[in-house]
């Protein structure tokens, strides 16, 4: 039995669902919006980062910790996907401002990357409650 759309929540691993996301984006941004003169210098590290940001929630993801020491790991992981995605706002930008694409295209990958940017912070606080009381 399907829950009504109206009393649904969002799902607690819904940052997996948005770093794919931002992962197939930028590999379809890639072919359609960087033109060929800048695929190696601009595009490769736009699609390098997603992948990195997409592999490390991943990772954190098949975490599941039993004390501390493997919260941390967790931890650690989503900091990681987090840097990363924080340098690939700065990547973007600086796309932006050497080819200059329509702003469409940079408001999807920002709105992507907002949402999972709030996403990671949330599951972080979330397991900071969470795992608060494992052993060390």
Known sequence: MSVPRSQRKE???DFLYFARQLRIMTLQKYKTVIPKT???TIGMPLCESSRI????VK???SIYPKNRME???R?????????ELQSFISDLEVA??????????LLEWMELVDKELGKIKGIMESDEKRYKSLPG
């Open 53 to 56: 940001i997409y592999s490390k």
């Open 75 to 83: 931890r650690n992981k989503f900091w990681e996907a987090y840097a």
């Open 59 to 61: 990772q954190a993801n």
């Open 11 to 13: 799902s607690s691993t």
């Open 96 to 105: 932006q401002e050497v080819i200059n694409f329509d702003e469409k295209h």
């Open 38 to 40: 800048h695929r190696f």
């Open 71 to 73: 919260a941390q790991l």
